[in-house]
């Protein structure tokens, strides 16, 4: 089965994605979804040297709702900055320290980052210790601080239950 499927999270993933994408659950379209859902796999094993390891499955599916809330509440946090007045905006560079060793984890977070509306990672210190992120609003150094706390507590930690 291994041989099969050398990756089965990766070939879920690539079969929904397809369909998500297509919008049709069409003959031609589940036979293209599971052809790529099988060959791409093959194709980018020598890519993944180093399999993920998720340690808990119940912890990924919490931290997905807690991302889901998160990018609700931004998106309408970013459309009142955006649509009010200019001073509303006070963006800034912030440096986040990281506790998170696993790459794959410190991947999930930039990504996190990146898609929650207001936020977007940047950079990756050459030592893996912290993460240069962009905030559309951080008016002053309390305001960073909670950021870094925000991210820490709501991210950093379920992501280090998951992958360490």
Request: glycine share 4%; charged share 20%; aromatic share 6%.
């Amino acid at each position: 089965m291994k041989r099969l499927l050398p990756a089965p999270l990766l070939s879920l993933l690539l079969f929904v994605s397809w369909l998500l994408l297509n919008e049709s659950v069409s003959v031609g379209n589940l036979l293209l979804a599971g052809l790529f859902a099988l060959v791409l796999p093959w194709f980018t094993e020598a890519f993944r040297p180093e399999k993920p390891r998720i340690r808990h499955w119940g912890r990924v599916l919490r931290l997905g709702a807690v991302v889901l809330r998160d990018i609700v509440v931004s998106n309408i946090d970013v459309a009142q900055r955006v649509l009010g007045p200019e001073a509303a905006i006070q963006s800034r560079f912030v440096w986040v320290p990281l506790r998170i060793r696993d790459p794959h984890g410190i991947v999930a977070l930039a990504g996190i980052i990146t898609m929650t509306p207001g936020t977007l990672s940047s950079d990756l210190s050459p030592d893996r210790r912290h993460l240069l992120v962009h905030a559309l609003h951080c008016p002053d150094d309390a305001a960073e601080a909670s950021l870094v706390a925000d991210i820490q507590a709501r991210y950093e930690t379920p992501l280090m239950e998951i992958f360490e």
